[in-house]
T-cell receptor
Framework: DTAVSQTPKYLVTQMGNDKSIKCEQN?????MYWYKQDSKKFLKIMFS???????INETVPNRFSPKSPDKAHLNLHINSLELGDSAVYFC???????????FGPGTRLTVT | GDSVTQMEGPVTLSEEAFLTINCTYT??????LFWYVQYPGEGLQLLLK?????DKGSNKGFEATYRKETTSFHLEKGSVQVSDSAVYFC?????????????FGKGTKLSVIP
């Protein structure tokens, strides 16, 4: 009965590789997000999808591309990985009101 | 734009001490306010929220009151436990068409020692 799930939990890969992180929510929420958390715990929003439409696209490199096959899923594809991409990536979802966001457990990406 | 300012950490307290983590905000309109907690190695969990002025959010012994006049949402707990050791994030969300983004503070790390 996990609300927001992400896979994988850990991802270790080499520079230049392409990888994907999957996210699914079973809360029936309309909006999903991707955040990046750096080593100092600072959270930065990357993308947001509302009913499969991109509504926020912060200034992230175009090597990052979100894909939402349906309202319950928002996957993150990363091409040509770089050392600076190493971080924890969190998926989240929220309803369309004044409620907060519900976060997944995170994916720790390490690029070597 | 919207912003959230939290007190700098880390904060170290002895068990059963009183906790206050300050949070102030700048926002247009009337935001909803949140506190999130991140335990080591885990994702963020919604701790409490308040959606309008003078609302008090509470959960697990933690409380925060939405103060519009001082634009603050300070987190308090009367008696902390070792299990409260975590990073705490204050956040706001300004409702409105096309505005679904949460704005987070930088987080405050709390360590509680026995």
């Amino acid at each position: 009965d996990t609300a927001v799930s992400q896979t994988p939990k850990y991802l270790v890969t080499q520079m230049g590789n392409d990888k994907s992180i999957k996210c699914e929510q079973n809360l029936g929420h309309d909006t999903m997000y991707w955040y990046k958390q750096d080593s100092k715990k600072f959270l930065k929003i990357m993308f947001s999808y509302n009913n499969k439409e991109l509504i926020i696209n912060e200034t992230v490199p175009n090597r990052f591309s979100p894909k939402s096959p349906d309202k319950a899923h928002l996957n993150l594809h990363i091409n040509s990985l770089e050392l600076g991409d190493s971080a924890v990536y969190f998926c989240a979802s929220s309803p369309l009101d004044r409620e907060g966001q519900y976060f997944g457990p995170g994916t720790r990406l390490t690029v070597t | 734009g919207d912003s959230v300012t939290q007190m700098e950490g880390p904060v170290t307290l002895s068990e059963e001490a009183f906790l206050t983590i300050n949070c102030t905000y700048t926002a247009t309109g009337y935001p909803s306010l949140f506190w999130y907690v991140q335990y080591p190695g885990e994702g963020l969990q919604l701790l409490l929220k308040a959606t309008k002025a003078d609302d008090k959010g509470s959960n697990k012994g933690f409380e925060a009151t939405y103060r519009k006049e001082t634009t603050s949402f300070h987190l308090e707990k009367g008696s902390v436990q070792v299990s409260d050791s975590a990073v705490y994030f204050c956040a706001l969300r300004t409702p409105g068409a096309g505005s679904y983004q949460l704005t987070f503070g930088k987080g405050t790390k709390l360590s509680v020692i026995p």
